[in-house]
Nanobody
């Protein structure tokens, strides 16, 4: 079992930046991709970004391309989401998940973090 703990959320003005981190512990032998999802109030959880085990490939939702960057440090068992040019519509609870597929598909039994709130004011 893998435990995932997100951090770095908060309140920021539109146009600002935040950096989210996801720390993995426990059985951290993860060969598939890891990724970030978000859920806004009244909406379904949606894919944001994913990165392969090697860090050589990443995928992003169209809504965040060019603004968000996902990276990972396997030595530290962490995945980071750098969010720039934030918009009010980015407001959501952000979740880390592993293992997932690079496409954003979350297989049964995948692990989720508890989530971290990101609020972007206009």
């Amino acid at each position: 079992q893998v435990q995932l703990v997100e951090s770095g959320g908060g309140l920021v003005q539109a146009g600002g930046s935040l950096r989210l981190s996801c720390a993995a512990s426990g059985r951290t032998f993860i060969t598939l991709a890891m990724g970030w999802f978000r859920q806004a109030p009244g909406k379904e959880r949606e894919f944001v970004a994913a990165i392969t085990w090697s860090g050589g490939r990443s995928e992003y939702a169209d809504s965040v391309k060019g603004r968000f960057t996902i990276s990972r440090d396997n030595a530290k068992n962490t995945v980071t989401l750098q969010m720039n040019s934030l918009k009010p519509e980015d407001t959501a609870v952000y979740y880390c998940a592993a293992p997932i597929l690079l496409t954003g598909y979350v297989p049964p039994g995948a692990n989720w973090g508890q989530g971290t709130q990101v609020t972007v004011s206009s």
